[in-house]
Nanobody, 115 residues
Framework: QVQLVESGGGLVQLGGSLRLSCAASGVIFSSYAMGWYRQAPGKQRELVASITSGGSTNYADSVKGRFTISRDNAKDTVYLQMNSLKPEDTAVYYC?????????WGQGTQVTVSS
C-alpha cells in the first residue's frame, strides 16, 4: 500500500519560513519523480515544485528564489523549504509521486501565512 505523509505545515508570519516533509512508503521512492502542489480556496491545484528521480528540479515562477525542493532517497522523503513566505502562499500543500502511469497523492498539509 502506497502512502505519502506530509508534515511541517502551520501558521507563519509574512517573511517567515517553513519546511515541509513528505515521507513515502510502499514505493521504490528513488525511481519516482516527486512534486509539491498547492491548492488555495476557490482555486485550482497548481504545481509548486518538482524533482525528478535524477535530481533535476523545476519551480513555479511565483516561488522561484524562495522555495527549494530536495529529496533524500535514503529516507524516502522529499522536502520543500519555503522562505520569504507571503500571504498568497497560503494553501493546502500536497505531495505527489509519479512514474509512468502511477500517480499518488498525500493527504495535504495546511500552510497559512499571516500579514
Amino acid at each position: 500500500q502506497v502512502q505519502l505523509v506530509e508534515s511541517g505545515g502551520g501558521l507563519v508570519q509574512l517573511g517567515g519560513s517553513l519546511r515541509l516533509s513528505c515521507a513515502a512508503s510502499g514505493v521504490i521512492f528513488s525511481s519516482y519523480a516527486m512534486g509539491w502542489y498547492r491548492q488555495a480556496p476557490g482555486k485550482q491545484r497548481e504545481l509548486v515544485a518538482s524533482i525528478t528521480s535524477g535530481g533535476s528540479t523545476n519551480y513555479a515562477d511565483s516561488v522561484k528564489g524562495r522555495f527549494t525542493i530536495s529529496r533524500d532517497n535514503a529516507k524516502d522523503t522529499v522536502y520543500l523549504q519555503m522562505n520569504s513566505l507571503k500571504p498568497e502562499d497560503t494553501a493546502v500543500y500536497y505531495c505527489n509521486a509519479a512514474k509512468a502511469w502511477y500517480d499518488y497523492w498525500g493527504q495535504g498539509t495546511q500552510v497559512t501565512v499571516s500579514s
